[in-house]
Every structure is written in C-alpha cells, then in structure tokens.
C-alpha cells in the first residue's frame, strides 16, 4: 500500500512538473538536444506534394562528433559530417553532381531565438498525450500573431526534448511542410565504421568556408514584428553577390544582392512553405538584382522586396 501511494506521487510530480514546463522551456530543451543526444533514426520529408525518407545518425565517438544524413530514396545520397569535416557519398561518379549538398532539415532549429520567438508567436503546450515513433511526447504550437509568417507545430520526446515531428502550416491550417520520425533510437552502438565510405561510393569533400564580413549597403524600411537582421554587417558569397538574413527566431529569410546588367520584373516562386522573389533596382547608373528565399508567407517577401532600401541606416 505504502508502496502504491510512493509510485502515484512520483507519477503526479512528474506530471506536474511537465505541466509547469513552459513552450519555450520545452524549446530550448530541443534545440539542446540535437548537440547532447545521441540518435539513430529514419525520418520522412513532405513538402510540395513530394515525399522522401531519410536516415539520420549522430555520436560522439572517442571525443569526435559523427553526423550522417542519407537519403534512402533515389540515388541514396549521404553527407557525413566529422567535428567540421564535410563528406557528400554518391553511390557512383555519374550520379556525382558539382556542388550538391542536400539540406539538413534540423540545423535550423539549432539556434532557436527565444525572445525573438515571443513577440512573434503565441507558444502553447497540449496537455494531451501525445505519441510519435513509439515515443512518448509533448505538443507545442507556435501560433503566429500576424499574417507574416506560418503557424509551426512541434512534438518533442517527453524524455530528452527531441525533435520527433514537425509541421508547418499557413493561415487556413493547411499542411505545408512535414518532418516525421518512423523510428528512432537513442544511445545507439555507433562506431568509426558507420561513417566510413564503402570503397565502391564516389566521395566529395566539402571545406565550410566562413563567408568575408563586407559593410552592408542595404537597409530595410520595415520589418515585421520579431524580425532583424542575424548579422549586423553582411556576408559576400562571391564578387557580386553580398548576402543579408533576417530572422524572427524560427524563420529565416536569406536576402541576395547581385550587380547586374539585366532589367527584371518582379517574380515569386514557392515550394511548398519556402517562397522565393526576385526584382531588379537601379542606383544610380548600376543594377541590382534582389533575390529573397524563405519560409514564409508570400505577402512577407513581397513587402520586403518593396521596402528594402540602398543605404545601411546604421545612424
């Protein structure tokens, strides 16, 4: 009997503590768990009508962090990431493309900003249980305030804070971008071998090159609420492109500029929840080209496009 009353108190105190946790505590648990857990897993990837599955392995073997990504659809491609070593595996050299480096869906939610993310979001727990690759886990709901960015919604495991689903929705609820764990398992056996290359896979070795800090000769007129510029200067990707990102904390938009010699109408184009637009402006007797990629609305990036501005308004 004693021993029953025992149990029934550590299983409402452990209720009532997940209850007390807040949405963004529950947060800041997953994106602390992408760095201290160790993981292998399969995932599927819906966006835009289409489907694909991955495999994803991280660990931390003899002090090293290994990082895999394959995808186990079409040409089975794999990045392999050792500390800040990159490897792109092509299961053969005609399948090698120059400068193909598939997305790692979850980097994103590395550097989640978490003051940022309450003025732009009413963040919510679901007290509801909730089950996701035969794990037990905890609903969040990132409720936009305004019609500038989407809705997000997030199940994260009751018992380590990792990512098992994520969704993305517009303002009619409507389903536009998917990440789902199948199947996942924590503390896995990892080993050297499992991130080594077969002998008969062609590899590509990437070098991260930190992009060179150039002064910033653009400025916006607007921005909406919770969104600022990430950098304060701006990044130059080659000799005529500089690049600027704005961020609210969950969403990221990557802005180009490109001297150019041709005039371009304003264009939009999307997939799934990513829009991109692209419009020329001429200062003085030079042409830009302005191309702006994100995960947001397309009303967001058509009033960026209008309200950025030459000048950096640093004063």
């Not at 003051?115 to 509801?128: F, G, N, P, W």
């Not at 600027?244 to 184009?269: A, H, I, N, W």
Request: proline share 4%; charged share 30%; with cysteine.
């Amino acid at each position: 009997m004693i021993r029953g009353l025992v149990l029934s108190l550590l299983v409402l105190t452990s209720s009532t503590l997940w209850a007390a946790q807040s949405g963004v505590d529950w947060l800041a648990r997953m994106t602390e768990s992408f760095d201290s857990v160790a993981y292998d897993g399969v995932f599927v990837h819906q966006e835009a009508g289409m489907m694909n599955s991955m495999r994803i392995r991280r660990g931390l073997i003899g002090g090293v962090e290994y990082e895999s990504l394959e995808d186990l659809d079409g040409q089975r491609i794999t990045v392999i990431r050792v500390d800040d070593s990159v490897i792109c595996v092509f299961p053969d050299k005609e399948d090698y493309v120059a400068g193909f480096l598939p997305a790692e869906p979850f980097r994103r939610f590395q550097k989640l900003d978490k003051d940022r993310l309450t003025q732009a979001y009413d963040i919510e727990v679901v007290h509801k249980s909730q089950r996701i690759a035969s794990r037990n886990a905890v609903k969040l709901t990132l409720i936009p305030k305004d019609e500038f960015r989407y809705g997000h919604e997030f199940w994260v495991d009751k018992e380590n804070g990792f990512l098992l689903k994520h969704d993305v929705l517009n303002s009619d609820h409507k389903l536009l971008e998917r990440i789902q764990f199948t199947s996942v398992e924590f503390s896995p056996d990892l080993k050297e071998k499992d991130f080594t290359p077969s002998d008969d896979s062609y590899t590509q070795k990437f070098v991260e090159i930190e992009p060179e800090v150039v002064p910033r000769d653009w400025h916006f007129d607007w921005l909406p609420d919770g969104f600022d510029l990430v950098w304060k200067d701006a990044r130059r990707m080659n000799d005529s492109t500089n690049m600027l990102l704005l961020s609210d904390g969950m969403s990221t938009v990557s802005v180009f500029v490109e001297r150019t010699d041709k005039k371009r109408p304003q264009t939009l184009m999307n997939l799934g929840a990513t829009i991109a637009g692209e419009k020329s402006i001429k200062v003085g007797d030079q042409m830009f080209l302005l191309t702006l990629v994100g995960e947001v609305p397309a009303q967001t990036i058509q009033r960026l496009m209008t309200v950025m501005m030459p000048g950096s308004n640093n004063d």
